[in-house]
């Protein structure tokens, strides 16, 4: 069946810099998506979300790109901080009605190096 | 801020013992749902409810029950623990829209030991 991808399984950049962590997706139909961090140990934390009307949607420090014609999805995160490292998991949205449910990829660990 | 909690952080059992995770939202949301998290595998759901009482298998729900008798409570059980049960298991809830913009919140979650 169709499911959500994530393309690296680590991502390592330097504090200050900008990061960007990549998601592919496979079904059309799908018309939201979300990005959720998960730091050791911890469950996973909404960060930011875009439904597949917009292709772009900022929050603090964070972008959400969506190109539906390639069906990719993006995070971006700018100036990234040591705080900032965890693993990050795209979902989209694969239901709709009242029984919303989400499908994830595997995750990317960003590494934050001081 | 929804918060949503789990009954324990850490469990350990033996085969055959019969475990119950439970799971409790306080911002009255309508869906909650059980999943799965194991290396390599991303989030596998297991159950979810989207109403008291009512309950629809996931992807995984072989060796699994769950229960639902109060809105804000949704429990995991697992009938005869195995080992291949062992797993980190998350419990989220959203709040039911018929938009297809329905956020999911998750708890802390619980990291089974099946030994």
């Known amino acids: 069946g169709e499911s959500v991808g994530l393309h690296l399984p680590t991502l390592s950049v330097q504090e200050g810099d900008n990061s960007i962590i990549n998601c592919a997706y496979s079904n059309s139909a799908s018309d939201y998506f979300i990005w959720y961090k998960q730091e050791s140990g911890k469950g996973p934390q909404f960060i930011i979300d875009?439904?597949?009307n917009m292709d772009k949607r900022q929050g603090q420090r964070v972008t959400v790109l969506l190109n539906k014609t390639v069906k990719h999805l993006s995070l971006q995160i700018a100036a990234t901080q040591p705080g900032d490292s965890a693993v990050y998991f795209c979902?989209?949205?694969w239901g709709g009605g009242a029984t919303n449910k989400l499908i994830f990829g595997t995750g990317t660990l960003l590494a934050v190096q001081p | 801020d929804v918060k949503v909690t789990q009954s324990s952080r850490y469990l350990v059992k033996r085969t055959g013992e019969k475990v119950f995770l439970e799971c409790v939202q306080d911002?009255?949301?309508?869906?909650m749902f059980w999943y799965r998290q194991d290396p390599g595998l991303g989030l596998r759901l297991i159950y979810f409810s989207y109403d008291v009482k009512m309950k629809e298998k996931g992807d995984i729900p072989e060796g699994y029950s769950v229960s639902r008798e109060k809105k804000e409570r949704f429990s995991l059980i697992l009938e005869s623990a195995s080992t291949n049960q062992t797993s980190m298991y998350l419990c989220a809830s959203s709040s039911g829209s018929i938009l297809g913009t329905d956020t999911q919140y998750f708890g802390p979650g619980t990291r089974l030991t099946v030994l």
């Open positions: 979902a989209e949205n």
């Open positions: 875009i439904r597949s």
């Open positions: 911002m009255d949301h309508e869906n």
